[in-house]
């Protein structure tokens, strides 16, 4: 009755996390996983494709538009609902937390997806943790920045050295109960301020 | 200080979700003891599904949405009470400039006047299709949503089947002027400040107003989950008061400038004061240099523009009836009708002594002047009200309403 694999349509604007998702469900052992990025002519691919899984993202806003096609198109036959057929409130919740939702076209048992909504859950959440440690790796290196160039002005109006700059910065901070990157931010914007050369 | 009450809320970045970012940014909220937590969301489904499984007590929904949830035509249904209604009006029909010029041609005026405009869209569909062209394509945002059903009902009255002779799909509201400048739909019907995007890009006339198709008509409202609001009543009334002095405040004229300022930043809507001014005034720039002024554009106070009607819930049903979105019975009827709770609207706000309307129904289309209607307290006028083609909805005769066969308007 029902094929072996399942034909998994992942639409996720995102081609980074999309491929992450793609990945991780051809180690899972499912073969026919297409991805879309764009949901322009949209239709007429799930109509070449049959999948028997969509899975897409939450916060794509075409999601009212797929949800519409499903109701009205002949060629998807039965869509019936998303986050797996009205599963479990937990996976329900887990689904919605990771930003995945899930829409199960053609009256699917739901054991035979739930790894499916599974394993793409834990790559959203594996991207959402390496996008998060990406921006704070990148406001690290800002924070490095202006802490140097508010160094390199107290170096040259104060002849100091590049410890003892950074020592009357951190200092500053402290008496002031505020962030390093604070200081050096207003420091750096007051010499910008009175020489314009100097930003 | 800790607040009372924890509320969870979720809403969609469209000018009508006003009241309640001004009930959490102004302190109306504060005000009454409610930490009030506002989440964006992109899609109508998205606020659905997060009502259902709990993560919103409630939302910024479309009217038709919640009556939708209960009749269980959607995916993840859960029971949904509306108490408070968000506004009346604030829709327009924008087309694209070539579809305004054909328009044109065949007698369409920049007046906004919806059978003149319908009459002339008729005339341009018909020898469109007697060329053997493809049917124009409109947008709304949501099949359960007051704009696919203005737009279905101005349609069918002024002689056009929206079923068959123009095609409607979905596009989300962000993206409406960007698929009309590509020549991906003709027209779309949405809420502002997304059809005087298009104006200020020069890609789109406005043609026909909500406001004219139907005064004083319902759109957005306040959807709560039935099983919360059961557990917190005392939370529940607290936002109630909250909103209805929220709404107050986004009506008042001296507070616009403030208003338009809060809604352009980029955790609501992202786009600039100036774009808000026409829904605020009423003053719309239609397109090519014209413009006009329309009489109750948007209402978010005035005209007991938050009382949750069964009318106007019962008119949604059927809507849904009349395009086949679900079959009528007496059972469906009562679970449209009780799914709008101005019982609690009342309890809520009657400690106030603000003006309440005596009933909790209304013959929609009756009051052809503004007229003072009885209630406790202090003066509330309603109406206008009625729809372009002068027919009547009777709540009390749903079954009448239904079975008119010639939906089409009288020529002339």
Known sequence: ????????????????????????????GHEQVTVVH????????IAEIEPDVIVIDLENPNRDMLENMFQLSRVVKRPIAMFVDRSDQASIEAAVEAGVSAYVV??????????????AISRFNAFSRMARELEEARSELENRKVIDRAKGILMRSRSLSEDAAYALLRKTAMSQNRKIREIAQSLVTAAGLLDPGES | MAAEHQINAGFIPLFDSAVLVAASEIGFAAREGIDLTLSRETSWANIRDRIAIGHFDLAHMLGPMPIACNLGLTPLASDTIVPFSLGLGGNCVTVSNALWAGMAAHGALPDLDPARTGRALGALIRERAHAGRDPLRFAVVHPHSGHNYELRYWLAACGIDPSREIEIVIVPPPFMADALAAG?????????????????????????????????SPEKVVGVRKAWAEKHPGALSALLRALHHAARWCQDPANRGELAALMAQPSFLDLSPALQMPLLT???PLGGGAELAVEDFFLSFDKAANFPWKSHALWFYTQMVRWGQVKHSAAHMALARDT????????ALKPLGVALPGANAKVEGA??????????????????DGFFDGRIFDPDRIDDYLAISDWAMPTG
Request: hydrophobic share 45%.
């Open chain 1, 1 to 28: 009755m029902t094929r072996k694999s399942l034909a998994v349509l992942v639409i996720d604007e995102n081609h980074i996390r999309a491929s992450i998702i793609e990945a991780g469900l051809r180690e899972a």
């Open chain 1, 38 to 45: 764009d949901v322009a002519g949209i239709a007429r691919r």
């Open chain 1, 106 to 119: 053609d009256g699917l048992r739901q054991e035979r997806v739930k790894p499916i909504l599974d394993m």
């Open chain 2, 184 to 216: 991906r739909i003709d027209g779309y019907c949405v809420g502002e400040p997304w059809n005087s995007v298009s104006v200020v890009a020069g890609t789109g006339h406005i043609a026909t107003v909500k406001a004219t198709i139907w005064k004083t």
């Open chain 2, 282 to 284: 009423g003053h719309l």
């Open chain 2, 340 to 347: 709008y709770r101005p019982d609690l609207y009342r309890a």
């Open chain 2, 367 to 384: 009051l052809t002047a503004a007229t003072p209607v009885g209630s406790a307290g202090a003066s509330l006028v309603l109406g206008p």
